[in-house]
């Protein structure tokens, strides 16, 4: 086993959302992004911008859990149902271990905004594979 785990770099998309980590672990990765910068025409969050926060929680816990026995993880499966939007402020997204396994993980994520609603619940999969 590897004793060095990995530890998040955000990457270009990540950026430019203005996506800013707060915790990591396998078990939980909670991040940050501004509605501003990410609206879509009518001036809402957009739902793909949602799912993409979504992506990135989940696939980076399942990269800190994988990373410990010397593997990474490929997204194979998210699925996300968007409750409600946002006009401004900060969206969170809290990504949560359901199943950490041997060749698969699965994270539940939600995202909240400033207020505490749930805006959007999602699922993400991740296999884990040879370097």
Not at 3 to 10: A, Q, S
Not at 50 to 69: D, K, Q
């Amino acid at each position: 086993m590897c004793k060095d785990t990995w530890e998040i770099v955000l990457g270009q998309l990540d950026e430019k959302m203005g996506v800013e980590v707060l915790e990591q672990s396998a078990e939980r990765v909670v991040a940050r992004m501004p509605v501003e910068g990410n609206r879509q025409s009518l001036g809402l969050l957009h739902g793909g911008a949602m799912v993409c926060l979504a992506e990135a929680v989940g696939s980076w816990a399942a990269v800190i859990h994988a990373s410990a026995s010397g593997k990474v993880a490929v997204g194979v499966d998210i699925n996300a149902t968007h409750h409600r939007s946002a006009t401004e402020g900060f969206v969170t997204a809290t990504a949560t271990a359901i199943k950490l396994g041997r060749t698969l993980t699965s994270h539940e994520v939600v995202l909240v905004d400033e207020a505490g609603r749930r805006l959007c619940t999602a699922r993400i999969t991740n296999a884990l594979v040879e370097r």
